[in-house]
């Protein structure tokens, strides 16, 4: 019997006979290796896009352990977005057909609250939801989690971005701590690693992507000279690699503005960042920066510190570091998981020695690259994919992430999947959201109320 065949597992074999009767042959490779340790109870970590197979991976594990003729919620879940949510319990529904009388509800924001408290009125076995919602229902003691044996946190990474860290722990505190806790991610950030390290129990770790090395990073050298100064090789190489985040570093704060300014003054999406801003405006940058509504950061080592990006598509150096654990350190960022990172460093005549003494550090010698061809130049500056909005409310008015997507998603809204993250200070939110779609959005939220008031609300263009 091959290991991926679904019959090698223990499972009812009416869920067998429906998943091949779904026309599944074999297991995908996040199946195979999740579902034997689903199966056996443990708690799991395991890294899962969309398309991998993840959602038939946990819905399998908790189907086979429901007890059908108990009609309580024993299976919670949460996903960042309504529009995954249906997905989810659709394919939780088509696994579960030949199981008779098996309730799935789907509890999402924006969606009518009344008619969910009717539907929970009247029972489910499995709920699929939004984590802002499902902690509004828990509250007003209309979801009961007594009985839950197993907790689902399906695109965990999505959901921390979005902001519903806090919506998450308040929603584990209502459930039984005696259960089983799968966590699904596509990256696995310190954010993720501590939540896990919160909830879980000796978590079984799925093929998860190894965390690169620097051997993973292709280096190239770019040598400007009279005839190109360095901010026309800076454009060609960002209009050469269309990076969506990409750092790049200088050696002093007065050219972090500098490079920065003439940069959008040529359309780039940049933004400068080093230790002489305001911390709000520090703050605001690192924000737009890494919800990809400004795609260049031009900083400072220093400044760079604070910078909880997990990874980079591109690093480049506008001047090379003057130490070169330095440079390492900065080229370290670059690479997203399971694919080559780009590390580009300009140098002239008179960095020639500093090149030398990196290549004799790091031990090996690094590719020198002809620029692209200046024909480039003529080609607009790659727009961002997100634009910010700020809204003027934020903790202290009681505004929460699934208030917003709420706002945004419901009637005439944008869809789930064309918002990104939401950040929420004190006194003030700021929500990604496609670029395509920011108008609309904007609209939405400026007619629409949030807790019931209107905060001034606009687009922060990068
Ligand atoms: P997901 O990654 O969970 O979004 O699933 C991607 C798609 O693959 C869904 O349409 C599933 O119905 C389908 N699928 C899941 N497992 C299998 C399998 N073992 N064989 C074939 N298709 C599958």
Redo the contacts with the bound molecule.
């Keep these: 019997m091959s290991q991926t065949a679904?019959s090698s597992l223990k499972l009812n074999p009416d869920l067998l006979k429906n998943?091949s009767s779904?026309?599944?042959?074999?297991?995908?490779p996040?199946?195979a290796q999740s579902l034997p340790h689903i199966l056996a109870g443990k708690d799991i970590i395991a890294q899962?896009?969309?398309?991998?197979?993840?959602?038939?991976?946990f819905s399998l594990g908790l189907l086979e352990k429901l007890d059908v003729k108990r009609f309580r919620v024993q299976s919670l879940v949460l996903c960042p977005t309504r529009e995954l949510a249906d997905?989810v319990a659709k394919?939780v529904r088509?696994l579960a057909r030949t199981i008779h009388n098996i309730k799935v509800l789907t509890l999402c924001g924006g969606m009518p609250f009344g008619a969910q408290v009717g539907s929970l009125e009247h029972g489910a076995h499995v709920i699929v939801g939004t984590p802002g919602r499902v902690e509004d229902h828990l509250r007003r003691g209309t979801l009961k989690l007594d009985n839950v044996t197993t907790l689902v946190l399906d695109e965990a990474d999505r959901m921390l971005d979005m902001g519903f860290q806090e919506a998450l722990d308040a929603i584990i505190g209502y459930m039984p701590s005696q259960r089983q806790t799968l966590l699904f991610s596509a990256t696995f950030p310190e954010q993720i690693k501590s939540i896990a390290k919160r909830i879980m129990l000796e978590p079984v770790v799925v093929q998860v992507a190894s965390s690169h090395d620097n051997s993973s990073i292709q280096q190239y050298l770019y040598k400007v000279d009279g005839d190109v100064d360095r901010l026309t090789a800076l454009r060609l190489l960002l209009l050469q690699h269309h990076p969506e985040s990409v750092v790049v570093f200088c050696n002093t704060k007065l050219e972090t503005e500098q490079v920065a300014d003439e940069l959008r003054r040529h359309d780039f999406s940049a933004v400068a960042l080093n230790g002489d801003m305001e911390q709000r405006d520090r703050d605001q940058t690192l924000i737009r920066f890494a919800n990809k509504s400004a795609s260049i950061l031009v900083a400072t080592d220093v400044a760079a510190r604070g910078l909880d990006i997990e990874a980079l598509d591109a690093v480049i150096n506008y001047h090379i570091a003057r130490e070169l654990e330095v440079h390492v350190h900065r080229i370290g960022r670059t690479g997203r998981a399971g694919s080559k990172g780009i590390a580009c460093t300009l140098f002239d005549e008179k960095d020639a020695y500093r090149v030398a003494r990196l290549e004799a550090f790091i031990g090996q010698t690094i590719e020198v690259k002809p620029l692209p061809a200046f024909s480039l130049l003529q080609q607009p500056a790659q727009k961002p994919l997100m634009t910010t909005l700020q809204i003027d409310g934020g903790k202290k008015q009681k505004v929460r992430p699934g208030d917003i997507l709420g706002a945004l998603t419901g009637a005439n809204g944008i869809a789930g999947a064309q918002v990104g993250k939401i950040h929420i200070s004190d006194n003030v939110a700021y929500v990604a959201v496609s670029r395509e779609a920011a108008k609309t959005a904007l609209k939405k939220l400026q007619q629409g109320k949030l807790k019931g008031r209107s905060f001034r609300v606009r687009l922060l263009w990068a």
Aim: overall charge positive.
């Design positions: 679904f998943i779904l026309g599944y042959q074999a297991m995908t996040i199946q899962g896009q969309t398309g991998s197979g993840k959602t038939a991976a997905q394919e088509r």
